[in-house]
């Protein structure tokens, strides 16, 4: 079973460009988070899909960020325009629907530099 | 609000000692917990969760953790450390009662296991 992936490794942006982030979760699983940790700080949540639905987004930043889950797949997260301080590992990850109990399944990250 | 505490940056043991990793959580509800390993370019994994039940939980290569709920501390624990541990670990809560699927993570503890 393939896990969490997620597009590009590593992106590098000069402040003010767009990036877009991809996330395709496990097959089958309708949870789907992201988060993002700044070096050495904690992973912060910033929003909840379940299917193509937001659930919950109220770790989001601020409207630079938006994420999306067309047809309850894959998802995006756009940063436009990008800052300095939006700098930091982006993961993704997913988890079974209805299992608030249940553990998540994390892709490798996106590691995101603004310059 | 949800936090999770992890006071040490690392922890340091030999091969063969026990270990210990701390964690200290608030929330307001009954908590979920749960610890993650990340090791290099990689994501985190699921290596044990409490949600009811026994206070001590066992989980993958040899991990265990206990809840204790008077002092809400997690601490996840080995009996003989390995190298191969050597990686950051994190602790998460979740709140059952507050419905959602919203997980705290803590900054991490990033332990070493010196042969």
């Known amino acids: 079973e393939a896990g969490v992936t997620q597009f590009p490794s590593h992106s590098v942006i000069e402040k003010g460009q767009t990036v877009t982030l991809r996330c395709d979760p496990i097959?089958?699983?309708?949870?789907l988070y992201w988060y993002r940790r700044v070096m050495g700080k904690e992973i912060k949540f910033l929003l909840h899909f379940v299917k193509e639905s937001k659930q919950d987004e109220s770790g989001m930043p601020n409207n630079r960020f938006l994420a999306e889950r067309t047809g309850g797949t894959y998802s995006t997260l756009k940063v436009q325009p990008a800052e300095l301080e939006d700098s930091g590992v982006y993961f993704c990850?997913?988890?079974?629907?209805?299992?608030?109990?249940?553990?998540?399944?994390f892709g490798p990250g996106t590691r995101l530099t603004v310059t | 609000a949800q936090s999770v505490a992890q006071p040490e940056d690392q922890v340091n043991v030999a091969e063969g000692n026990p270990l210990t990793v701390k964690c200290t959580y608030s929330v307001s509800g009954n908590p979920y917990l749960f610890w993650y390993v990340q090791y290099p370019n990689r994501g985190l994994q699921f290596l044990l969760k409490y949600i009811t039940g026994d206070n001590l939980v066992k989980g993958s290569y040899g991990f265990e953790a206990e809840f204790n709920k008077s002092q809400t501390s997690f601490h996840l624990k080995k009996p003989s450390a390995l190298v191969s541990d050597s990686a950051l670990y994190f602790c998460a809560v979740r709140d059952s009662n507050a419905g959602g699927f919203k997980t705290i993570f803590g900054a991490g503890t990033r332990l070493f296991v010196k042969a």
């Open positions: 097959s089958g699983h309708d949870n």
């Open positions: 990850a997913s988890s079974l629907l209805g299992l608030a109990g249940g553990e998540q399944y």
